[in-house]
């Protein structure tokens, strides 16, 4: 079991102690001594256990094949620097951090700080997940609410001696089990979504669900039809309008009439002027 020990979880070094990899890693001697999974909830879809060993599989694959680096070309891992790590260990502490964090579009950071709740990954991306809890005090109610926050817009990260506990009723695979990303907290409520998916991008969707209520309900000679119950977001909006041409919104009508007014407005910058700046 030494392999387990250099699993490196996107460039930070993570030892597993022989007694996990146990828990999920069984021998069976009577066929070749082959090593299996035991515990098959370790394969649920987003479980962390089921992303390290996916991660380790791979790393192994590759071990095995470095005459051939030059021909195995990689995505850029995302990794959140020594600020992630943080986030990692204020979570375990249960200790709130505080945080110098500039967004897009701003010049100037916001000083913040936040019980850090959950790391999420998307589009090679980390997210933290800050809850903000304010106790009622001087007329003002109770306050309680989340946001996300991505590390690589983290310009300064500490961890400071405030302890939090966790809300026992959180869970964080439900919190951002309706939203196709990281955005939850936009308003929007989760509602039936059916989408026509043109040539090949039908079969890129059967082998890629947008989401894990994805069904296929009706085909045609060049086309099929999804059904998704989800929140439409700006990201959902965003990663449709990305496909151009190859999808096409059915319903609800006020989503489809948005990325016909966003497509519209995208070719239009197309149309010719008579001055036209080209950097050269």
């Known amino acids: 079991m030494e392999v387990w020990n250099l699993l490196v979880l996107h460039s930070i070094a993570t030892k597993m102690p022989l007694r ?8 069976d001697r ?4 082959q090593y299996y999974i035991g515990n098959d909830y370790v394969l649920r879809e987003d479980s962390i256990q089921n992303w390290m060993l996916s991660t380790l599989s791979v790393n192994n694959v590759i071990g095995e094949s470095l005459s051939l680096q030059d021909r195995i070309l990689l995505q850029e891992v995302p990794y959140g620097g020594e600020y992630l790590k943080m986030a ?13 964090y500039r967004k897009y579009g701003t010049d100037r950071p ?9 790391i999420k990954m998307f589009k090679q991306c980390w997210y933290v997940l800050g809850h903000f809890h304010r106790d009622a005090s001087d007329g003002k109610p109770e306050s309680n609410y989340f946001g996300v926050f991505s590390f690589d817009r983290i310009l300064k990260m500490s961890m400071t001696d405030i302890k939090f506990q966790i809300d026992p009723d959180f869970d964080a695979q439900t919190y951002f089990d309706e939203c196709y990303g990281v955005l ?5 409520k989760p509602e039936r979504i059916v989408i026509r998916a043109y040539g090949y991008e039908r079969y890129y969707i059967r082998d890629l669900p947008i989401h894990k209520t994805q069904r296929e309900i009706g085909q045609g000679e060049n086309f099929a039809d999804f059904e998704l119950f989800m929140r439409p977001t700006v990201d959902l909006s965003g990663h449709l309008l990305s ?3 190859q999808i096409k919104v059915l319903s609800p009508q006020w989503l489809a009439d948005e990325l016909h007014d966003m497509h519209m407005e995208a070719a239009f910058m197309y149309e010719p002027e008579e001055e036209e700046n080209v950097p050269q």
């Open 184 to 188: 939850v907290g936009d308003g929007t």
């Open 20 to 27: 996990t990899s146990s828990a999920y890693i069984d021998c």
């Open 243 to 245: 496909r151009g041409n």
């Open 30 to 33: 009577q066929n070749a001594y």
């Open 88 to 100: 990692i260990d204020a979570m375990k502490k249960g200790v709130r951090v505080a945080v110098d």
């Open 110 to 118: 916001n000083h913040l700080d936040f019980e850090p709740y959950c």
